[in-house]
């Protein structure tokens, strides 16, 4: 089993940034492609952010220009930038892994952004 852990996360102003971190571990984590999703309560679980294997990003809409997703595969660790940040984006934060070809597909535990004034 893989296992994801996410840290970084805390109670921060309108406008502060953040950097979340997701370690993985268990696998060969260069060949998975990874993501960030957020949960608000009572809200879906959506995309923030997704980078492949080969390195290519996409982003939601609402933050394009703002955040920022990349990957250290020495490392076996997953980050996201996340500059300006709104009342909006107060959620759980989710790390993911998938390697399409063997079906697999492995969720961290989250980490809570909150920004608040």
């Known amino acids: 089993q893989v296992q994801l852990v996410e840290s970084g996360g805390g109670l921060v102003q309108p406008g502060a940034s953040l950097r979340l971190s997701c370690a993985g571990s268990g696998t060969i984590f260069s060949a998975y492609a990874m993501g960030w999703y957020r949960q608000a309560p009572g809200k879906q679980r959506d995309l923030v952010a997704g980078i492949t294997s080969g390195y290519s990003t996409n982003y939601a809409d609402s933050v394009k220009g703002r955040f920022t997703i990349s990957r250290d595969n020495a490392k076996n660790t997953v980050y996201l930038q996340m500059n300006s940040l709104k009342p909006e984006d107060t959620a759980v934060y989710y790390c993911?892994?998938?390697?399409?070809?063997?079906?697999?597909?492995?969720w961290g535990q989250g980490t809570q952004v909150t920004v608040s004034s």
């Open positions: 993911r892994a998938q390697f399409g070809p063997r079906g697999y597909d492995y």
